[in-house]
Structure formats: structure tokens, C-alpha cells
């Protein structure tokens, strides 16, 4: 972070004065950031440390940045790709579910910041240290699996806005490599300090707005229709099918890590209660608006597609692939021609939801496994993982449609089947006093959070479900499945159950030294 990014008044001091007030850490101990890199966050009344401050605009602007970083994951081209299906097939008539999906994420999201800001070490390392090294191991090796396929379809997606753009001329294997560069890129921005990345993200964000709000003036869909489709809720069972992939897209496993690991970009004194309570607050605010942006633009896709094409011959087939045709085929040139705004739209969510992956990779690795490899080291080695497989689905698919839709399925099935081992650990950690101190949620909280994620496992179950049946062909085949679903079932059970009977290992020790001795 830079000298002069790093004082603002009421709100931060020079790296300087910071190295100095901030305990030296473990040279063997991963952290999410270190003190040269966090964003200070200093209170010029320290009087009651149990006190939370008075709201301040300036302090409010600080902790403006987490949030927005962590709604790319709503905006990624796996979710615009359920939106345009959800209009087209089913109208406006699923608005209603989308809106509710944004919220239940938020909730989740909101606890994953909780974690993070009230225990100072996020969700990959929480799990590292409560959960046995089998346990720990496949935890791991879950989170991976779910973000090399969400980073597979976010390459694509971008490499199929490069070859709009370029009009062809670019091949979907020339936009992977082009994609691949921008691990190198976010490492170069990640020198210039935090600010300078979440900058780069607020332009990539306020493209993709600008971009889908210029399509909805374009189309111009209905009012009247829209707002029916946000307040008035509706399903027919010809649309459970989007619907549950409505909800399905909302909950990316990466995600859930992501955000509780992104919060600690700001230093917090987490021996003060009052400034931890204020961390909370901020944060909630900051996300709240975040998504409710990601929803808006969701909002402007779906639309787009319900007024073009619901009802239509086109309506089946439409897919991330050929939806720019569609459109341009549909609503011509204009000033600009409406392809190449779709274009634009899609490479700014594909850009920005790749290097957010770089991110959440780079904390999943260190967080599980406490690597001491430098961050460009591990970049590299969580881009190349999902690069390679990309590459070779980029050749293999470069000219079907269809098997491009086809894969897009299965990856949705990928990161559906890794939901559990997110979701479970979060709520079982956040719940707990000895991992959580004051800061534990309460039991009313919890039976809703345990509410929405018993839901979203289930939506995701009926999925799993239905892709199995229509798609699970031969003895060989089923028994495989079968034989996975079991093992699969009997981890998820052991998770729950574990979760009532944590042992205090280090929390116990650390929530001692931090509310018995605030003072030191």
C-alpha cells in the first residue's frame, strides 16, 4: 500500500507508524494480509473500547471494498448464463426468486465477514486448525475442485466475449490464453496496494452496469410485467428447472472463503469490542449495497432476455454462446450494435470473476495447507489448475454449442455438489463461543442461517437429482454414482455432527488472551 493511500483523515496512519503498533506475526503462520498491506483504521477516541463509534461517511468509505469484490461471484458468466435462461424460458415470472436468492446469499456472505472480522483469521484457516488432517484434506481438496469450475466457466465466458469482440477472429482457445494473463496483471496490481485492486474491480463492476442497463433501454421490457415478477411470486412446474437454478447460482463455495479472508484487508483491533462491533456494521452496509447492485444488473439481463424472447422458437436453445447472435438478430445494429455491448458486458463479468478466483485460490491453498510460498508462487500454481483443464475443454469444444451447454451442466453440478463443505463449516464455526466470543450468533440468527442452508443444499440436491437421472446411463455408471452419493452423504453427516463437539484448541487459548487481557 502506498504512503499516501494509507493516511485519510479520521481513518488511517502511514505503514510506518502501523508496523510499529502491530504484533509481528509468525514467519511460519499463512495470513491473508499482511501489516504492510492492510488499510489502518485508527479511532481518535479510544476512551471505551467496548463503546462502538458514532457513523462516519469517511470511515464508511474505508471499508468500502470487500463487498464489492465479493459480489463478482453473483455477476460471473455462470450467472448471467442462469439468467438469460430464466427470461427467455420462464419470463419475468422468476424475479421474485431471484431477489430472495440475492438476500439468502447476502445472509451467508454476512457471516462469512463475521468470521473473519471477529477472529482475525478466515474460514480456510479456521477449518485447518478444528478439523482432523483427513478431515482437513478433503475439505480442501472440495474447495479446489469448486473453484476450478467455476474459474472454467468464468475463462469461457470471457473467451467467448473475446471472440465477439474480435468478430470471429479470435478462436475460444486464443481467448483462454489471453484470459490466463491477467493472474500476471492482478499481481502487478496487487504492488500498488488494496486500493488500487478494488478500484480496478469498481470500474470492471460499473462496465457490466452500464453495459446491461444500456440492453434494458434498448429492449425496453415491460414495467408493469417486471414489478409483477418481483412482488407476486410465482412457479409452474415448467419452470422448476430455472428456478432451481436460479437459487443454485447465488451460493458459490469459493465465495464463502473469499469474503471471511478479503475483510481483514483493514486493520481491526480485535481486542476492542466497541471497533469489531463497527467492523460489522460497515461491512454489513458496504455489502448490502453491493449486492443489491449485483441484483439490479442480474435483474437487467433476465429482462433483456424475458422481452426478446420468452415464448419464442429460440427460447430452448439460447445459451451463453449464442445469446449475443440472438440478440443481434433480434434488435439489429442501432448506434451500437447490441452484440457488442452484450460482448462487453460479458468479458467485463469474466475479467473480473477470473481474477477474483486468482484471489480466492491464493487464500484456500494457504489457508488449508499454511504453504510458506510467496503470493505470486501460489497464484501461479491455483492459476495453472484451472488454466490447464480450461485449455483442453477450449480446444475439445471450440466448434459445439451444444457440448459447450452440456459442459456448462455438468460444471454447475461440480461446484452444486460443494456447497455443504462451505456452508456447514461457516455456520458450525460461526455459532460456537469459543470460536466466536461475544460475537457468536445468536440462537434466532442460527436457526435462520441453518434454515437457508438446509434450503439451498436441498434446491441444489433436487438438481443433482434430476441431471443424474436424465444423464446416468449404465450399470457400471449407477453403481460408481451410488457409490460416491454414499460416501458423499456420510462426510456431510460427519461434518454436522462434529459441529456440536469442537474441541478448543486454539480458539480456546486465543479468545482467553483477548477478552480476559483487552488491555495488552
Excluded at 489 to 508: K, N
Aim: hydrophobic share 50%; proline share 4%; glycine share 8%.
Amino acid at each position: 500500500m502506498n504512503a499516501s493511500e494509507s493516511r485519510e483523515e479520521n481513518g488511517s496512519i502511514d505503514n510506518d507508524e502501523a508496523n510499529r503498533l502491530l504484533p509481528s506475526s509468525s514467519s511460519d503462520e499463512e495470513t491473508a494480509f499482511d501489516s504492510r498491506e492492510k488499510i489502518m483504521i485508527v479511532d481518535t477516541d479510544s476512551s471505551d473500547v467496548d463503546q462502538v463509534p458514532p457513523f462516519s461517511w469517511k470511515k464508511l468509505w474505508l471499508f468500502t471494498g470487500p463487498g464489492f469484490l465479493m459480489s463478482i461471484a453473483f455477476l460471473d458468466p455462470g450467472n448471467l448464463e442462469g439468467d438469460l435462461q430464466s427470461g427467455a424460458i420462464a419470463g419475468y415470472s422468476l424475479l421474485w426468486l431471484l431477489m430472495w436468492a440475492t438476500i439468502m446469499g447476502l445472509l451467508i456472505q454476512l457471516l462469512s465477514a463475521r468470521v473473519g472480522v471477529a477472529t482475525g483469521r478466515h474460514l480456510a484457516e479456521l477449518c485447518r486448525d478444528e478439523y482432523p488432517n483427513w478431515a482437513r484434506l478433503v475439505l480442501w481438496f472440495m474447495a479446489e475442485v469448486a473453484l476450478i469450475g467455476a474459474d472454467i466457466q468464468e475463462v469461457i465466458g470471457s473467451a467467448i466475449a473475446i471472440q465477439i469482440l474480435s468478430h470471429g477472429v479470435l478462436p475460444l482457445w486464443a481467448g483462454v490464453v489471453i484470459t490466463a494473463s491477467d493472474c500476471f496483471v492482478f499481481l502487478f496490481l496487487e504492488n500498488y496496494g488494496v486500493r488500487k485492486l478494488e478500484a480496478v474491480f469498481a470500474v470492471l463492476i460499473a462496465t457490466m452496469a452500464l453495459s446491461f442497463a444500456w440492453m434494458f433501454g434498448d429492449t425496453q421490457p415491460s414495467w408493469k410485467e417486471l414489478s409483477l415478477g418481483i412482488l407476486v411470486p410465482r412457479l409452474s412446474s415448467r419452470t422448476i428447472r430455472q428456478a432451481v437454478g436460479v437459487v443454485g447460482c447465488v451460493i458459490m463455495p469459493h465465495n464463502v472463503f473469499l469474503h471471511s479472508a478479503l475483510v481483514q484487508s483493514r486493520d481491526i483491533d480485535p481486542n476492542k469490542k466497541g471497533r469489531v462491533q463497527e467492523a460489522l456494521n460497515y461491512y454489513s452496509i458496504e455489502s448490502s449495497v453491493a449486492l443489491l447492485v449485483s441484483f439490479i444488473i442480474n435483474l437487467f439481463v433476465t429482462t433483456v432476455f424475458a422481452k426478446g424472447f420468452y415464448g419464442t422458437e429460440q427460447a430452448n436453445s439460447i445459451g451463453l454462446v449464442n445469446a449475443g447472435q440472438y440478440l443481434q438478430e433480434k434488435y439489429g445494429g442501432g448506434y451500437l450494435p447490441i452484440l457488442y455491448i452484450w460482448g462487453i458486458g460479458l468479458l467485463a463479468a469474466g475479467q473480473s470473476s477470473t481474477i477474483t478466483g486468482t484471489y480466492a485460490g491464493q487464500f484456500i491453498m494457504g489457508g488449508f495447507l499454511n504453504l510458506p510460498l510467496k503470493k505470486w508462487l501460489r497464484a501461479l500454481i491455483t492459476r495453472s489448475c484451472a488454466i490447464v483443464p480450461t485449455m483442453i475443454v477450449a480446444l475439445v469444444f471450440n466448434t459445439s454449442e451444444a457440448s459447450l451447454d452440456i459442459l456448462n451442466e455438468w460444471l454447475n453440478v461440480l461446484q452444486s455438489i460443494q456447497i455443504p463443505f462451505a456452508l456447514i463449516p461457516l455456520l458450525t464455526l460461526v455459532s460456537k463461543e469459543r470460536v466466536m466470543g461475544d460475537f457468536k450468533i445468536g440462537p434466532l440468527l442460527e436457526r435462520l442461517a441453518w434454515t437457508v442452508a438446509a434450503l439451498v443444499i436441498v434446491i441444489n440436491g433436487y438438481l443433482l437429482l434430476d441431471f443424474f437421472v436424465s444423464e446416468v446411463k449404465g450399470m457400471l455408471f449407477g453403481f460408481l454414482v451410488c457409490t460416491g452419493t454414499a460416501g458423499y452423504v456420510a462426510f456431510i453427516i460427519y461434518l454436522v455432527t462434529r459441529g456440536s463437539d469442537l474441541p478448543s484448541t486454539w480458539f480456546s487459548l486465543e479468545m482467553s488472551k483477548r477478552y480476559t487481557n483487552p488491555g495488552n
